[in-house]
């Protein structure tokens, strides 16, 4: 005999049959009782009584009958609910049945009835049922107007359709007006941001914390040692030119008088003085396309072909915008922040050529500016200006020095003179 008989034959004399049927408890069948209601917990089993309340729904049709349940109960402020149809029914009764067995101690029967078994899960409060409660709880001023709209007569329901339009138009406003005020902070940000933006994008790069003028801004921010290389035989027209020469060209106003004043100080320092006529080379060229007019832009080859091919591209590229239309030639623009920027580099290096104390008088007749507009311009790059009398004619004269000194925004425009 193997292991497994031995244990069988050893538990079978174990068991008296006759004590065991004497001790069995007899079973009742009750198919006619209503079905009992077994509840279990998602959460577990729970070791106290708790309040189940069961909402029951019975429909009978010839035949056949149906029986809905809904039960609920609340353990530690949580509700639950659970029932015998729909999503929430976890022991469906297509196929089988259920039963529930009850021991009667007394008498050691176990009576068995149908049972109907209900699981009960956490309920959680819906934002569509909060809406839902809400919305019945009407005042008797609304449910009235429910009425009279209802079952009023033509008179009522004019005067209730016509207070809800009223209600409703002063809603109206009401909401209008916080959106236009809304919407006016946000332009007035907006303006503000766009303003500032253009502001640092018409300034050349800067360093706030320089020791000296000559580091606030760098030649190499202005014109890079590519461009300057390239003119450097081009200027040398002007580093050699005599006292003849800057006759003709004041004669012929060939350049512009900013350039011809600077050409008869030149440095003595031969390196110097290559740069320095670089640089006024370079100044000839900005002041020539700031003053140029837009059908001048609008031309195939806008600047002169004279002019280095590297400097032209230089110049295109920095301070004018390519437009490009359907079915029409691409040709260019210079939009008033590219011409700031393209300003504000005119006025660097001639700071830079004036020893940081630039008289303004020349480039207003260059440029064709007023001198509030050249000292407003100066004034955003950080320079300070000053008045003064030479003879009968008003000097006026842009200083950067350090620390820099850039205008803020007030809250109110005021109208100030600038001397």
């Not at 329901?157 to 959106?179: F, H, I, W």
């Not at 040709?331 to 006025?347: E, F, G, M």
Request: proline share 5%; aromatic share 6%; charged share 25%.
């Amino acid at each position: 005999m193997t292991a497994v008989g031995q244990s069988l034959s050893k538990i079978t004399r174990a068991i008296d049959p006759v004590d065991s049927f004497d001790k069995m408890p007899v079973f009742e069948t009750d198919t006619a009782a209503p079905p009992a209601t077994v509840v279990r917990f998602s959460n577990g089993t729970v070791h106290r009584k708790v309040a189940v309340k069961s909402y029951i729904k019975e429909q009978h049709a010839e035949g056949n009958s149906n029986r809905q349940q809904i039960v609920t109960a609340c353990v530690d402020g949580m509700s639950y609910v659970g029932s015998n149809f729909g999503a929430s029914n976890f022991f469906p009764t297509d196929s089988c049945n259920y039963y529930v067995g009850i021991h009667n101690k007394s008498t050691g029967k176990i009576k068995v009835v149908p049972a109907s078994l209900i699981q009960l899960e956490p309920w959680l409060k819906k934002e569509k049922d909060i809406v839902s409660l809400n919305a019945n709880n009407k005042t008797a001023k609304e449910k009235s107007d429910v009425l009279a709209t209802e079952f009023g007569s033509g008179r009522s329901q004019r005067a209730v359709n016509k207070r809800l339009r009223e209600k409703l138009d002063e809603a109206m406003v009401a909401s209008t007006a916080k959106n236009a005020l809304d919407s006016s902070v946000i332009e007035e940000n907006v303006a503000a941001t766009t303003e500032l933006a253009m502001q640092s994008d018409a300034i050349p790069p800067y360093n706030a914390d320089a020791k000296t003028p000559d580091e606030v801004y760098m030649l190499k921010d202005i014109v890079s040692k590519e461009v300057l290389s390239c003119i450097k035989e081009v200027s040398s027209a002007l580093t050699c030119a005599s006292k003849q020469d800057l006759a003709l060209w004041r004669e012929e106003q060939r350049y512009f008088s900013f350039i011809l004043n600077k050409v008869e100080t030149l440095s003595d320092v031969p390196q110097a003085r290559v740069l320095q006529g670089q640089c006024l080379m370079y100044l000839q060229y900005l002041m020539e396309l700031y003053l140029m007019k837009s059908h001048q832009l609008r031309l195939k080859f806008p600047l002169p072909k004279e002019w280095p091919q590297k400097v032209r591209d230089h110049l295109l590229d920095t301070f004018t915008l390519e437009i490009k239309e359907p079915g029409k030639r691409c040709y260019r623009c210079v939009p008033s922040r590219k011409k700031d920027l393209l300003l504000s580099h005119i006025l660097v290096l001639c700071l830079k050529m004036s020893e940081f104390a630039l008289d303004i008088t020349p480039l207003m007749v260059d440029l064709k500016h007023a001198a509030r507009k050249l000292i407003t311009h100066a004034s955003s790059l950080g320079c300070t200006s000053k008045k003064s009398k030479a003879g009968q004619r008003d000097v006026y004269t842009i200083v950067l020095k350090v620390p820099l000194t850039f205008p803020t925004l007030k809250g109110k425009m005021v109208k100030n003179k600038i001397f």
